[in-house]
């Protein structure tokens, strides 16, 4: 059961390292609640069904200002964690579901040298920022890191905020 937001952050409170388990019908009951939340949240239907058509492994862990009392999240905030044995499979996944994930620092070599495009690339018109990570690896423990971290703009509090798993 998703606990209810600390009224000083706006956040789920930081219960531990872990994120807390919970299902995908209980995060859209709670957090899809308005028409700019419910039009994120069948957004993000439609990834997971994308991903989902793949047969992706893994959970998902959700964090970021969908789980929070901000009146206008960017976007939904998941990461896909696969177990050591699904990594073969995530893999062989990579190219026909690149269209999925969020790609940084995207450029290319014109004349043997390097020329940034974009900072940062967003799937579903950005409103999907979507990364995995191989469980128990360093991206995934960076993630967690970053994502129960409480920010002022892109300045963090020191606070941290509770995040979402949903096993798959």
């Known amino acids: 059961m998703i606990p209810p ?4 952050t706006g956040a789920l409170p930081f219960l531990s390292q872990a994120p807390i388990q919970t299902s ?10 308005d028409d700019r939340r419910r039009g994120l949240w069948d957004v993000f239907g439609l990834w997971l069904a994308e991903l989902d058509a793949f047969q992706f492994p893994g959970s ?9 009392a901000k009146a206008d999240p960017n976007d939904v905030d998941v990461l896909v964690v696969v177990p050591a044995e699904g990594m073969s499979v995530a893999r062989a996944m990579i190219r026909p579901t690149a269209h999925l ?8 070599r014109v004349d043997d040298e390097w020329q940034p495009i974009t900072n ?9 920022d979507s990364h995995f990570a191989r469980a128990g690896s360093a991206a995934e423990t960076g993630f ?6 409480i920010y002022v703009g892109d300045v963090p509090t020191g606070g941290r905020k509770g995040w979402l798993e949903v096993a798959r």
């Open 144 to 149: 967690a890191q970053d994502w129960t971290r």
């Open 5 to 8: 937001l600390d009224p000083a």
């Open 60 to 68: 998902l862990r959700f964090g970021g200002s969908f789980l929070t």
């Open 120 to 128: 940062r690339l967003q799937p579903a018109l950005g409103r999907i």
């Open 24 to 33: 995908l019908a209980e995060i859209g009951e709670r957090f899809a609640h």
């Open 101 to 108: 994930w969020t790609w940084q620092n995207v450029g290319t």
